[in-house]
């Protein structure tokens, strides 16, 4: 079992930036992968960016060159820093790690991107 919170959503203007971070407990230790989605009303779940054990970072076409993926393996953290955003960035964002053979999921941070 494995427990996330996410943390540091908000309401910023538009070129603006915003940092999220996941804390993770539970049996972090057999995480394979820590990954950030993102979902607006009557869309499906986007996949943002994700890290792996490795640390290689995989980046949706729409965010790569202003967001990154980053992960604290002391703090049993994720991070997601989010610098130029815009007003379509605005989304819940979701954290998820997987843990075979299943995935784990954050409760959700809102994040507003407006004048």
């Known amino acids: 079992q494995v427990q996330l919170v996410e943390s540091g959503g908000g309401l910023v203007q538009p070129g603006g930036s915003l940092k999220l971070s996941c804390a993770a407990s539970?049996?972090?230790?057999?995480?394979?992968?820590m990954r950030w989605y993102r979902q607006t009303p009557g869309k499906e779940r986007e996949l943002v960016a994700s890290i792996i054990r490795s640390g290689s970072t995989t980046y949706a076409e729409s965010v790569r060159g202003r967001f990154t993926i980053s992960r604290d393996n002391a703090k049993s953290t994720m991070y997601l820093q989010m610098n130029s955003l815009k007003p379509e960035d605005t989304a819940v964002y979701y954290c998820?790690?997987?843990?075979?053979?299943?995935?784990?999921w954050g409760q959700g941070t809102q994040v507003t991107v407006s004048s």
């Open positions: 998820s790690v997987s843990v075979f053979p299943r995935n784990y």
């Open positions: 539970g049996s972090i230790s057999s995480i394979s992968a």
